[in-house]
Nanobody
Framework: QVQLVESGGGLVQAGGSLRLSCAAS????????MAWFRQAPGKEREFVAA????????VYADSVKGRFTISRGNAENTVYLQMNSLKVEDTAVYYC????????????????WGKGTLVTVSS
């Protein structure tokens, strides 16, 4: 019912910025909140940020708070993750995910996932 496609990953120097995009499609997209997760090599998939359907409820992981910004596009079928002041430890595959809600930080509770986009931060 829902398909997610991420884009915007790449190689960036520490201290730089990247903007990730997630395009969602499906009849029930408007009923779901959107979230970003990431998975570094050898580590578990972890929560990064989430945004409610209205855009008024936003949650960030402590590790990215103040550096990353999640937002919705005008049509609300696209979600962005603006990543500033990137660190080497931010290197990971970043995944877009969605669920009916309420906002949940556990990856196991997500209903749909994109295939991921790789972000590599060099020192």
């Amino acid at each position: 019912q829902v398909q997610l496609v991420e884009s915007g990953g790449g190689l960036v120097q520490a201290g730089g910025s990247l903007r990730l995009s997630c395009a969602a499609s499906g009849r029930t997209v408007s009923r779901y909140y959107m979230a970003w997760f990431r998975q570094a090599p050898g580590k578990e998939r972890e929560f990064v940020a989430a945004i409610s359907r209205s855009g008024d409820n936003i949650v960030y992981a402590d590790s990215v708070k103040g550096r990353f910004t999640i937002s919705r596009g005008n049509a609300e079928n696209t979600v962005y993750l603006q990543m500033n002041s990137l660190k080497v430890e931010d290197t990971a595959v970043y995944y877009c995910a969605t669920d009916r809600g309420p906002i949940e930080k556990r990856a196991a509770y997500m209903d749909y996932w994109g295939k991921g986009t790789l972000v590599t931060v060099s020192s």
